[in-house]
């Protein structure tokens, strides 16, 4: 079975500083990998789709990038309320998560 | 504005079927273009996939868990149910029900509405 790898676990971060979270799958993958955004006591929310695709209502600072084996997830001038864990998905597996904190 | 919500008991004993129903308003469960699933978040960890289902009644189970799982849809009342047997400890969780896009019961894209969970424990 497939494993995504995210990393790092967690990070601390400023209000305005670029943020990359990685996910490496343990072999390589089709391009249909998702990312979503968690805060406390709240259902994912959808982020990315298929490595790279926006979803609607997702604000423009948030990019996904990637192919193969290797993915990112792009924050590029972190806001307040981007302060949550974020997982990366594909078909029926997670990444472990990261959860972005501030600094 | 699609909306899935899970009901079902809260506590469940040690050894017994925990059983949750979600039920989509909004949509229909029958459309061709979706899936459905349930996913689950033990406190204070990652998410874990348990399993999809097509109204046609296809279904696909983590490997992990499928000696235990069941899922089932009714068309009629617009729901989708998941029964996980021999529960433990282990099994205590959020769990979400959850409306997926993608090719096929096992090659699921991206999931693009979440029910708001609901929080099963359980123990004696």
């Known amino acids: 079975a497939i494993q995504l790898t995210q990393s790092p676990s967690s990070l601390s971060a400023s209000v305005g500083d670029r943020v990359t979270i990685t996910c490496r799958a343990s072999?390589?993958?089709?391009?249909?990998l998702a990312w979503y955004q968690q805060k406390p006591g709240k259902a994912p929310k959808l982020l990315i789709y298929?490595?790279?695709s926006l979803e609607s209502g997702v604000p423009s600072r948030f990019s996904g990038s990637g192919s193969g084996t290797d993915f990112t997830l792009t924050i590029s001038s972190l806001q307040p309320e981007d302060f949550a864990t974020y997982y990366c998905q594909q078909f029926d597996t997670f990444g472990g998560g990261t959860k972005v904190e501030i600094k | 504005q699609l909306q899935l919500q899970e009901s079902g008991p809260g506590l469940v004993k040690p050894s017994e079927t925990l059983s949750l129903t979600c039920t989509v308003s909004g949509g229909s469960i029958s459309s061709s273009s979706y899936y459905w699933g349930w996913i689950r978040q033990p406190p204070g960890k990652g998410l874990e996939w348990i399993g999809s289902?097509?109204?046609?009644?296809?279904?696909y189970y983590n490997p992990s868990l499928k000696s235990r799982v069941t899922i089932s849809v009714d068309t009629s009342k617009n729901q989708f149910s998941l029964k996980l047997s021999s529960v433990t400890a282990a099994d205590t969780a959020v769990y979400y029900c959850a409306r997926l896009v993608g090719l096929g019961v096992t090659k699921v894209r991206f999931i693009d509405y979440w029910g708001q969970g609901t929080l099963v424990t359980v123990s004696s």
């Open positions: 289902i097509y109204y046609s009644g296809s279904t």
């Open positions: 298929d490595a790279s």
């Open positions: 072999q390589g993958i089709s391009s249909a």
